[in-house]
């Protein structure tokens, strides 16, 4: 007899969501969670009265999971504000555009339609959940984004607006990322479109109370007693088909586990016996990357009234990509601002006054004087969290994705995986996350079922 059927490791929202999917089947949880709140990359705050996200934040058309999850807890949507112009901060020089394609001139929309077209084409060859059964996987993993596109010879314009795409997947520059999982990673999502689009992809739309309110929920549902906060595991013993699941409030006996914390932090857990090499290869090569957010928050969205939308990418950082996150009825303006990849290496590295004078002059250069006297200001570093490491999610170099990616999943014994890096659909999202945690309870409850048949 076990003290429950089931420990799950991490209470995000993969975590959390294999735990209430267990307990509707019938099974006992235990869910332990090293921080003092439930949620890991989600986290919402208040600035002079407007909710913000401060890590998950968007979701989009067909990110089915999340979106039935959100409406079982009763959390809303609302559509990320886009209409007006976007801006384009690029050589010194600002320009209004349209639409999902930056104006760069002739030449230069003609090398990012050539570039961008060959990288969907590539991505489509990339068979999704196997990366490595892709055609010339080993070779696709042994480049990187960034020496792809200088093989394919991309005009320095192209370069940087892949930086701009890298930066917010992955919070990596395109020179750390493996190729084959950049590629795999859009398949995935079902193409850059649907990556990185307000209508009718990823962010068109966002959670009226945070989507810090989804976790919360899931969490309270749990019963109370289920999560332990602020209570790391440190070791997992597993013996025959059960585990002790070790934390400094001593063992816990369970039949399986469930661990749904990030592949880097699996590292932080002693495994006896030890995993098999190429799982602990994984734990050491998925690193993630690093991306930071800024929040300023207005009394009005102001730029409206100059007919900008809000969006805006630029090349003059820390901020290199901005979205208007405000409320519904306008009755405050915010402006979401990403920090990420080397722009967040110096910039996480300085004094909170410091940040906030760089945060909000990049946002005066994009939106005038005004940006500089908000009511409000916060910012967060993720890769400043000791359980998380970064974020938005694992930024793989070359060679660890071909051989490495099936590890993600694959079960040691009675020791499964979740956490959004394993979904095979919207990996890296909130979306994977919901749905890496349902496919890990069913897959406990199918091995606990075949169990009790034996
Ligand atoms: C800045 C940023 C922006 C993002 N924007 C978006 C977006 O707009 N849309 C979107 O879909 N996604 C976005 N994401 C990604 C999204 O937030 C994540 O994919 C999702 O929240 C991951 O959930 P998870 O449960 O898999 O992992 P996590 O949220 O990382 O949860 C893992 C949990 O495990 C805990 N843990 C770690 N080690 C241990 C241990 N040894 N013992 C106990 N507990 C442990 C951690 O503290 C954490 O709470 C963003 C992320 C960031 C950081």
Redesign the pocket.
């Known amino acids: 007899m076990t003290d429950v059927d089931v420990v799950v490791?991490?209470?995000?929202?993969?975590?959390l969501t294999a735990a209430r999917n267990l307990q509707q089947r019938g099974l006992s949880v235990r869910v332990?969670?090293?921080?003092d709140r439930v949620?890991?990359?989600?986290r919402s705050a208040t600035v002079a009265g407007a909710v913000v996200d401060l890590?998950?934040?968007?979701?989009g058309p067909g990110q089915d999971r999340i979106l039935a999850l959100a409406d079982e807890v009763g959390v809303g949507r609302h559509p990320t504000h886009d209409s007006g112009d976007n801006l384009l901060l690029w050589r010194k020089d600002r320009r209004r555009y349209r639409g999902l394609v930056p104006p760069l001139g002739a030449a230069g929309l003609v090398d990012l339609v050539r570039v961008r077209s060959a990288l969907e084409r590539l991505s489509r060859t990339i068979p999704v959940g196997r990366p490595g059964d892709a055609p010339g996987a080993a070779t696709l993993d042994a480049q990187t984004l960034g020496s792809w596109l200088a093989a394919k010879h991309a005009c320095r314009g192209t370069h940087d607006l892949m930086a701009v795409v890298s930066r917010t997947s992955w919070g990596c520059e395109p020179s750390e990322l493996s190729l084959l999982h950049a590629l795999h990673y859009v398949a995935q999502a079902g193409g850059l479109d649907a990556l990185l689009g307000t209508r009718g992809g990823?962010v068109e739309r966002h959670f009226v109370e945070g989507a810090h309110a989804v976790a919360a929920r899931v969490a309270d549902g749990l019963g109370p007693g289920t999560v332990r906060l602020g209570?790391?595991?440190l070791r997992i013993d597993r013996a025959g088909d059960g585990v002790t699941v070790h934390t400094d409030d001593g063992p816990t006996t369970a039949r399986r586990v469930i661990v749904?914390?990030?592949p880097a932090?699996r590292r932080?857990?002693r495994f006896a016996p030890e995993l098999p090499s190429a799982h602990r290869r994984l734990a050491q090569r998925w690193s993630p990357g690093i991306?930071?957010?800024i929040y300023a928050v207005y009394d009005t969205p102001f730029w409206r009234g100059g007919g900008l939308s809000g969006m805006s990418i630029s090349d003059e950082g820390p901020v290199f990509i901005t979205f208007d996150t405000s409320p519904r009825d306008a009755s405050r303006g915010v402006l979401l601002g990403f920090v990420g990849g080397d722009y967040a290496r110096d910039w996480d590295a300085v004094g909170a006054a410091e940040r906030r004078i760089r945060a909000l002059s990049a946002l005066a250069d994009l939106f005038g004087d005004r940006a500089l006297r908000p009511l409000g200001y916060t910012d967060h570093r993720?890769g400043e969290e000791d359980?998380?490491g970064g974020?938005?999610?694992a930024a793989p170099g070359p060679g660890a994705s071909a051989g490495l990616h099936t590890r993600l999943t694959e079960p040691v014994g009675p020791i499964h995986w979740a956490?959004?890096e394993t979904a095979t659909r919207w990996a890296?999202?909130?979306?994977?996350?919901v749905s890496?945690g349902e496919r890990a309870a069913r897959e406990v409850t199918v091995a606990l079922t075949l169990e009790a048949v034996r």
């Open positions: 490791v991490g209470a995000g929202l993969s975590g332990f969670e090293a921080l949620g890991g990359r989600v890590g998950g934040t968007f979701v990823a209570t790391p595991v749904a914390v990030p932090l932080r857990i991306l930071s957010k993720w359980w998380l974020g938005p999610t956490g959004t890296g999202h909130l979306d994977g996350a890496a």
